[in-house]
């Protein structure tokens, strides 16, 4: 039998482990999708419609999106920036998909709209962010498919926007109580060496965590707490 500091240490190095592993570790959902439409917008005629995909001939690229999309992808250094710039557009697209499939049902539930586990529009908004009402009454008085889209496009830049605020914040606010852990929150703190991320995406190095952890925690309310991680990101 493990005594219970033993115990505790045990368990502490396994999420410190498992922590580790899922910041190192990033798969591309959409790689068939990014191999196909790497090809298509590779050719010497950019196509002039929309991109279709699969037995079900799916649109994946909406026509109005071409030409900013090979714009960003001709402007990537490198084959893995260019693949991530289209698995970026797909993830977009399928949240718009999702918000348009379920929106009318979570006004009717008066429950937050969530897609594979994750909420995208929450029922009553906050930080900035409209709720589902908002979100369906806006969607109703666009008049076609290319501006609803628009509309829930922009939506998504600015929720995600939050979602790496509130991914740093979590973050700090679990490295400060790992730090008081008796005995062993110290070392823990020590071996943190691993980045903040979200989605693959790299929002705070190591060597910054130390300081912005300061900074964060000079502040007595979550709006300022929240502002000192908005002015990191936007650094």
Known sequence: MLNGAVRRWWLVGLLVIALAMAAGCVTEEYAEETDYILAELGKDSAP???????ENDEVIVYSADVPDLLADIRSAPLEADKREVVSDYLTLQSRVDCIL??????????SD????????VQDVGEHGLPGVAEIMDAINTREDEPTKRGYLSDYIGTWSENQRIERVGESLEQMKRTSGIPLF????????????????????PEEDIPGLIDDYHDHDTDEARRQTVSDYLSQ
């Open 48 to 54: 002039s419609g929309p991109l279709s995909f699969g």
């Open 101 to 110: 499939e379920g929106i009318e049902e979570s006004a009717e539930e008066n």
């Open 113 to 120: 709209l969530a897609c594979q586990g994750t909420i995208l």
């Open 185 to 204: 929150g110290a070392l823990v703190s020590a071996i943190h060496n691993f980045p903040i991320m979200y989605e693959g995406e790299i929002l705070v």
